[in-house]
């Protein structure tokens, strides 16, 4: 059983257009929300963050949206650029130092 | 800034045999987590330690051991290995409680 469902698998967008990428958890306990951008042969590298206390986090072009009611969140990049085609994992964990778990993925391509 | 680090970088075993992958974490990080990433899939939490304790275990195989050092460094032991085995092995590290994980590189480790 997948604990936090991310969507889509993979994403196609132009050059300057909005890149969003969306993931729902089920464990009420999650309390701990970060995405993660991963190269291809590299380790997973912490883009943005954000705890159930806010509902919108921004850094940069990377915004986070987090809906607590619906157990959702998703990851906004403006601006997309060839740069940040990557596979972007979301993840969640309970509380401080526990383990994450990790969405499967979505393969994103930005085209010029 | 100093990050993770792992190594070796990459290794190729035969079924069977061992092998001993060491992650060194940012300095006055005190939870080191291993994480095993199979082709296309996302990160699957093997075993955790902080303080030198163990603090959490994943899908970790009975072959496999693992341990952190006084000096917060961490192995992971892997005896008896198998194909399916073959996946990039990634070593996080966060500092207590704030939770941020940050990853290494990762071990390509390959089993003929």
């Known amino acids: 059983q997948q604990q936090v469902k991310q969507s889509p698998q993979s994403l196609i967008v132009q050059k300057g257009g909005i890149s969003i990428i969306n993931c729902a958890y089920e464990n009420t306990a999650f309390d701990y929300f970060p995405w993660y951008q991963q190269f291809p042969g590299k380790g997973p590298a912490l883009l943005i963050a954000?705890?159930?206390?806010?509902s919108e986090k921004k850094e940069g072009r990377f915004t986070i949206s987090f809906n607590k009611s619906a157990k959702q969140f998703s990851l906004h990049i403006m601006d997309s650029q060839p740069g940040d085609s990557a596979t972007y994992f979301c993840?969640?964990?309970?509380?401080?130092?526990?383990?994450?778990?990790f969405g499967k993925g979505t393969r994103l391509s930005v085209i010029a | 800034a100093a990050g993770v680090i792992q190594s070796p970088r990459h290794l190729i075993k035969e079924k069977r045999e061992t092998a001993t992958l060491k992650c060194y974490p940012i300095p006055r990080h005190d939870t080191v987590y291993w994480y095993q990433q199979g082709p296309g899939q996302d990160p699957q939490f093997l075993i955790s330690?902080?303080?030198?304790?163990?603090?959490d275990k994943g899908s970790i195989p009975d072959r496999f051991s693992a341990q952190q050092f006084s000096d917060y460094h961490s192995e992971l032991n892997m005896s008896s290995l198998e194909l399916g085995d073959s996946a990039l092995y990634f070593c996080a590290s966060s500092q207590g409680t704030i939770g941020e994980q940050y990853f290494g590189p990762g071990t390509r480790l390959t089993v003929t």
């Open positions: 330690f902080y303080e030198k304790m163990q603090s």
């Open positions: 954000i705890r159930p206390d806010v």
């Open positions: 993840a969640a964990s309970d509380s401080g130092n526990t383990p994450l778990v």
